[in-house]
């Protein structure tokens, strides 16, 4: 995959991540003021590591020919990062034990 490639494959991604997040906050807009204290704390960090991952994305983008590969594993990283924090969001939502 060149990098090319792989930045429209990050912002495709990003995109999927960017409405699963706005869900997040659709539901959380709904919930009882306690639950929802504690869901926002879990929003700020994914737009936290979202915002990490853009810094990322654009440093990919303006990286030389080759060395925009040594950028590929700390985004890589943080997409993980991020998926599985909204992953462990929706699990709770699910069960409807947001701690």
Do not use: C, P
Not at 5 to 30: F, G, P, W
Not at 72 to 90: A, M, P, R, W, Y
């Amino acid at each position: 995959m060149n990098r090319d490639e792989y930045v429209k494959d990050l912002t495709i991604k990003m995109d999927k991540l960017n409405s699963a997040i706005n869900k997040i906050e659709a539901k959380a807009e709904s919930m009882k003021e306690n639950a929802k204290k504690k869901i926002q704390a879990r929003i700020k960090d994914l737009h936290e590591k979202k915002d990490a991952a853009i810094v990322k994305i654009k440093a990919v983008k303006e990286a030389g020919d080759n060395s925009w590969q040594d950028l590929k594993e700390g985004v890589d990283t943080i997409f993980v990062s991020l998926k599985e924090t909204i992953s462990n969001i929706q699990s709770r939502f699910r069960k409807k034990k947001i701690e």
